[in-house]
């Protein structure tokens, strides 16, 4: 039974630390000594420079897309026109081999 208990146990770690290893960077967070909240950590390729198409509301949260699709461009356009929450960035990945 102390076996068992045991295995479940180290188990039970091991799928912890394997979740925890696949959590992103989120930067530290926190403020900073001003009070006010830190610049955004743009380590995961949210930056707009990095964007095929073209960020309309720079102030808002960036979300990372990469995709290949033809007419993804327009999508992407169209959504962060009307979206007031959340910007899009796309990445034209390019097709592979026929």
């Keep these: 039974m102390k076996t068992k208990r045991l295995l479940v146990t180290a188990a039970m770690l091991a799928a912890a630390s394997a979740l925890a290893s696949c959590a992103p960077d989120v930067g530290g ?39 290949w699709y033809p007419n993804m461009q327009l999508v992407v356009d169209n959504f962060n026109k009307q979206n007031n929450e959340v910007q899009v960035c796309w990445t034209n990945v390019g097709q592979g081999g026929d």
Aim: one cysteine or more; glycine letters at 16%.
């Design 29 to 67: 967070g926190g403020t900073t000594a001003s009070g006010s909240a830190p610049a955004a950590n743009n380590a995961g390729g949210n930056n707009a420079s990095n964007c095929t198409n073209t960020i309309s509301k720079k102030d808002l949260p960036v979300v990372t897309f990469w995709g």
